[in-house]
């Protein structure tokens, strides 16, 4: 199917990561990933290939993640075939927007592209009750639990089952000079479905976004980790917000006031688009079986934020966004430590019959029932380890849980005027405004089987580097808690 509109203009950048360039067009409220070739091998594959490899990520969003994640959530994505003349001209035009680095990726010349509804906007049926800006945040929550399993060896249980692995990689980025101040944010707090801990988490994000926080206006990035001097057009795009008014500089304030306004708006904020994310939409629970996850809050230690006695610790919202995500994350039942041995077993198996990498799909097809994947399926198969199908349906749920370790949530939102009769969900703010909202899950790309290896790898340098900043002893005790502290600052 060839691209209905292949002009250039129509189309701005959205975003991108490793693997793709996002590009949405205001006009049919559609984006485009557009693939980027991925190393110099990649270059001389066939275009077949091309294509099948794309085709395989959409058939795993729709038939692995959409399942787990819930129908409401997770789009269904189409291939799309583009020219070389509009990849030129999308490269041209996107220039501008992206960093030097990224400048170095180039587009594949195959000329597939994946094609989603686009997340920034709202369903067209609905616009005509919206009033001011459609402002679409995108958060990417990271791992929102902490290891159980007994796997992990005995010199780190402490430390792995008190703090959360983004807290400690904060301490490996800076270590390496990857980011210039730690974040506040934890991913504990988030998904701890606990008003104060969400807020608490939301600011973190808003404070210091890093990759983890993005704010678009009408399909527009206006505030990033890479935005520099942010503060105004995200002081300006909360305004039209709350408003619903796109006239916004009249509203803002210069100086102390506008710093004081902003802080204002943030809390308004970040009540708003919590409420949105513990709202159930997809109570689908079939995909669940028989087990729930569990969602007693959990605290990390390097989080600001303490579990309180007496707390109403209700935990997720059984349906909401953060509660399906949470599920998926959870297939990961016996951590890195525990998948690892069973991983290197699953490489010696398929070094001996590489004919089982297509018996168990395990680089796609993913549209069939070797990829039924979830927590029924891993309680078996946990209790009956020793065989070679056990150790691969396992392996799969873990590839599956870093996938939903590594999606965004996409979440759009619009005032609307209070008894408007609209279609989509509503939520209230705190001065009784109403805002309609729409939820998308992006990212839902499978992972490589090798991936777990450089996954082992990375999290001995993340824990290594954490004992190094903390210091610690070998009971498992925090020696140098300053320091720390020190580090947080
Ligand atoms: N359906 C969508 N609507 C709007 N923006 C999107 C959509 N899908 C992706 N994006 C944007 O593009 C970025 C890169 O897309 P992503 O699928 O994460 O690519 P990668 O696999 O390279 O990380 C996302 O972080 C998001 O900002
Ligand atoms: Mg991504
Ligand atoms: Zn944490």
Redo the contacts with the bound molecule.
Sequence with gaps: MAAKTENANSWVY?????????V?NSFSNE?Y?LT?LRDKVSSHEVCADVKRSVQNEVDFGRCVLRPLIGEKYV?VGKVVCVSKDFLSQIEEKMRKHRSSRRLLEKLDPAGFAVC?????SLPKVVGSYGHGPVV?V?V?PKTGFLPRSSTIPVAHHKIRQSVCRYCMQQCLKLHQGKIQERSQYCPLDLFSGTACRMDLAIKALVRNPQNNF?VFRDGHVIYSGDTENHQQPLQDCLTALFTGNDKDSKYALPGDLGTQKIDGLVDRFSELLRQMLVHPLDESESCYGNTTPSTTPECCTESRAKLQQGDSQLGLVPGSVLYNILHAQQLDVLDIEGIYPLYQRLVAHLDAHPEDWDTWCLKGPYDNTQWTVNHNVVKKCIENIDSIESVVALVKAFLVSLTAKDG?V?VAMQRVENGADVTLPVVTDTVGNKYMFNI?V??T?PKPLHRIQKYFSLNKDIVQAYIQTVGYSSDGTIVKQEASEESVK
Excluded: F, T, W, Y
Aim: charged residues 35%.
């Design positions: 959205r975003g991108e990561g490793n693997r793709c360039l996002a949405g984006v990933l980027k789009p989603l509804p686009d997340a920034c679409c995108e990417k993005k965004s996409m998308q992006v990212d790309k």
